[in-house]
């Protein structure tokens, strides 16, 4: 059970890196930073968009963003942090 617990700690840990990725990458493309027409980009942004919008999606049904500001990476990053302490404890627990 511990190696399952680890592997599903490893999986979300990856995952919320994945989704702060996103974020930092978001933000160097409204600074300019980043140019969306360069193919490249284009690719890791799409890669970046499949991976978080089947979780963002719902999520984005419930809480728009506030102000202009998209708080859905953040509640997400709650989320996933609360269920991998919860899961994560009863599997050591067992």
Same mark, same amino acid.
């Given at each position: 059970?511990? @190696? +399952?617990?680890?592997?599903?700690? =490893? $999986?979300v840990d990856?995952?919320? &890196?994945?989704?702060?990725? #996103?974020?930092? /990458?978001s933000w =160097?493309?409204?600074? !300019?930073? +980043?140019?969306?027409?360069?193919? #490249? $980009? #284009?690719? &890791?942004? !799409? &890669?970046? %968009? %499949? @991976?978080?919008?089947?979780?963002? %999606?719902?999520? #984005? %049904?419930?809480?728009?963003?506030?102000? !202009? /500001?998209?708080?859905?990476? =953040? /509640?997400?990053?709650?989320?996933?942090? /609360? @269920?991998?302490s919860v899961?994560?404890?009863? =599997?050591?627990? @067992?």
């Amino acid at each position: 059970m511990h @190696l +399952i617990a680890y592997l599903l700690s =490893l $999986a979300v840990d990856i995952y919320i &890196l994945v989704i702060i990725l #996103q974020v930092i /990458i978001s933000w =160097l493309v409204i600074f !300019g930073v +980043i140019n969306l027409n360069h193919p #490249q $980009a #284009q690719n &890791l942004m !799409g &890669l970046i %968009k %499949k @991976l978080t919008d089947p979780v963002y %999606k719902p999520v #984005q %049904k419930y809480i728009p963003p506030i102000g !202009g /500001i998209d708080i859905t990476p =953040l /509640i997400v990053i709650m989320g996933l942090s /609360i @269920l991998r302490s919860v899961i994560v404890g009863a =599997l050591y627990t @067992l």
